[in-house]
């Protein structure tokens, strides 16, 4: 996996926890790298994963929560770093149409050696169906993207998970919000 995710990781802790907490929840990840990482490395995914079950054993919150929550950091981060993309779209939905076809595209270009997960994306009326499938086991993660996404372009749905079952493959729905009763 990219360095990029690792060191906007770091980021994320040292903003939520501070940068001594992110450095003990490093050292309880016990990693052979001791958790030093670059943008532009390649890392075992699971490393991640072994910092974030590290940070949900420090502050007792759960590890799909801080992965979702990251997602959502990470969003942001991705739309500092790289505006050029993201300003080629107005709308969430316009956006998460063209994760494959040209988000990712750009991604592998930047980065030959990425391998990104697939996200298909397929409108249905007022819905959007978002698909993801990778050979990393980050579905909380792309659950807190597409969060952030609704919530960069001022998006009123609502995310749904559809399927739960794999955290390699998840379904997700973009829809209305239901309204409280009055």
Request: hydrophobic content about 45%; proline content about 5%; overall charge negative.
């Amino acid at each position: 996996m990219k360095g990029i995710v690792f060191t906007e990781l770091m980021g994320f802790l040292e903003s939520q926890l501070g940068v001594v907490t992110a450095d003990r929840i490093v050292g309880a990840a016990a990693l052979p790298n001791d958790g030093a990482f670059t943008s532009v490395g390649n890392y075992p995914a699971g490393y991640a994963l072994k910092i974030v079950e590290a940070a949900a054993a420090e502050t007792g919150l759960p590890f799909e929560r801080l992965l979702q929550d990251y997602g959502s950091y990470l969003y942001t981060s991705l739309v500092v770093l790289f505006p050029a993309i993201i300003s080629h779209y107005r709308t969430a939905e316009d956006m998460l149409c063209h994760v494959a076809s040209h988000i990712h595209e750009e991604v592998v270009i930047l980065y030959p050696d990425a391998r990104p997960p697939s996200i298909t994306a397929t409108a249905d009326g007022d819905r959007l169906h978002v698909l993801y499938e990778s050979h990393r086991p980050l579905a909380h993660l792309c659950f807190g993207l597409l969060r952030q996404c609704l919530v960069h372009f001022s998006d009123p749905r609502a995310i749904t998970w559809q399927d739960g079952g794999s955290l390699h493959r998840a379904r997700f729905v973009l829809a209305p919000a239901l309204k409280a009763a009055a």
